[in-house]
Structure formats: structure tokens, C-alpha cells
């Protein structure tokens, strides 16, 4: 009796803590609904939209350095589809990302740089290079940003990283996981959109030559790979 009664309270306890894993995700169809409705709208009701993406070299647009690609860069592959979902809206996409830079540092400068855009939604995209920084670092400094801009009502989204292809993949306790898990945590726990790059190009860690397909070099992914990106980054304008 005992066994009978336990097996249905294991699967309630199953059921509730899936509800609760789905219910800290916020929702891509509805967490830019009120943008959506000002992109829609057309002159002279309309108004300027601001996106900006802070990072480092991939949003900055590097391929392999020190050439910039920064019409093939997914920022710009964001707007390309943007417009073509949205043309009658005003869409000013600003890029403040520097190579080489870690969410340490772009966290000191975030309100002189970022902030003063004023932007609609945020994409925050560091991990590559936090690795640098170290978790706990890099965790105080995505808070600390995420937190200021949400003082402001702006729309965050965090994307996990893009490849490297020096990373081993198949280990499920890689530097590049660590960093995945803690960004989709800070997501959950702010309640802010998520692009999960690292999850994006997955179907492609088992085969190193299929991989290197979508990099223009060991760290940074050519236009094919910007192109999964910014693909995973307009479902939140769909």
C-alpha cells in the first residue's frame, strides 16, 4: 500500500517541479509584446526603436581578426529581418560591444555607453570571454548590468556563447557549459529573454569539420554562424 501510494506522489512531485522549471522562463511570443505593437505602427505615429547589443568581438562583428564583417554580424542580421517583418518602423540598432572585452569591464562602463542609448531591449552577450573573469566575477557583473537596465524598464536578453572550437564538447563540465548553466540561471532568476547560442550550435560539437563550417576562425563564427544567432534572437520579435 505504502509502494502504491508513493509512485503517484513521485510523479506529482515530477509534474510540479516541470511546471516550475517552465514557469521561470519567460515566455519569446509575449515578453516584447509592447514593442511588437509600437513596431507595427506607422508615421507619423510612429517612433525611433533601440536595440543595442553590448559584448565582446562576436557582436562587435570580428571574424577573423582583425577584419570586421559587420553587415554579416548578427546585429545586423537582426535588423535585416527585422525590417523585413517590420517596414514601417524606425529601427536603430547600436552596437557598444569591444573585442576582447569581459562583462567585468563592460559592466563599467555600461551606463556612460550603454544606458545613454536609452534602448527598447538589450542583448547581452559576454560568455566567450568571461572564461577570463571566472564565474563568480562574471555572474556579480551580468547581474549588476542586468538590474540597472531593468531599473529602467528595459527589455533584456542574455545569450549564452557561441562555439570555440578549442573547447571540448564532449565534456558536460566545460568551461563554456559553466558559463551556459549561469547565464540561463540569471535569466530564470531576472525573469529577462534568453538567446541560448551554446544550445544553437550543439548539433554541431560531435564533428569538428562540420563545425568549423559555421567559424571564420577558432572563436569566431563567419555569417553562416551569426545567421544561427540572429535566428534564435527574432523569435522574441515574432
Do not use: C
Not at 207 to 216: A, I
Amino acid at each position: 500500500m505504502k509502494f502504491i501510494l508513493l509512485v503517484p506522489m513521485i510523479l506529482f512531485g515530477f509534474l510540479v517541479r516541470s511546471q516550475n522549471s517552465e514557469s521561470n522562463n519567460v515566455e519569446q511570443t509575449i515578453y516584447l509584446s509592447e514593442l511588437k505593437r509600437e513596431l507595427k505602427k506607422e508615421w507619423p505615429e510612429n517612433r525611433t526603436i533601440n536595440i543595442v547589443f553590448h559584448g565582446h568581438s562576436v557582436p562587435s562583428g570580428y571574424f577573423k581578426t582583425p577584419q570586421v564583417n559587420t553587415l554579416s554580424a548578427y546585429p545586423s542580421l537582426v535588423l535585416q529581418k527585422l525590417k523585413s517583418m517590420y517596414p514601417f518602423a524606425v529601427v536603430n540598432v547600436i552596437v557598444t560591444a569591444i573585442g576582447g572585452e569581459n562583462s567585468v569591464e563592460g559592466a563599467k562602463r555600461f551606463k556612460r555607453d550603454v544606458l545613454s542609448h536609452k534602448p527598447d531591449v538589450l542583448f547581452i552577450d559576454y560568455a566567450l570571454n568571461d572564461r577570463r573573469a571566472g564565474l563568480e566575477k562574471s555572474y556579480s557583473a551580468w547581474n549588476k548590468m542586468i538590474k540597472q537596465a531593468k531599473n529602467q524598464y528595459i527589455k533584456v536578453i542574455l545569450l549564452t556563447p557561441s562555439p570555440d572550437q578549442r573547447v571540448d564538447y564532449n565534456s558536460p563540465d566545460n568551461e563554456l557549459k559553466k558559463h551556459t548553466d549561469q547565464i540561463i540561471s540569471l535569466a530564470r532568476k531576472n525573469q529577462t529573454g534568453l538567446v541560448d547560442s551554446y544550445n544553437a550550435f550543439e548539433f554541431l560539437y560531435s564533428d569538428k569539420k562540420e563545425l568549423s563550417k559555421y567559424m571564420s576562425q577558432v572563436n569566431h563564427p563567419n555569417e553562416r554562424g551569426h545567421e544561427l544567432i540572429a535566428t534564435e534572437a527574432i523569435k522574441y520579435f515574432k
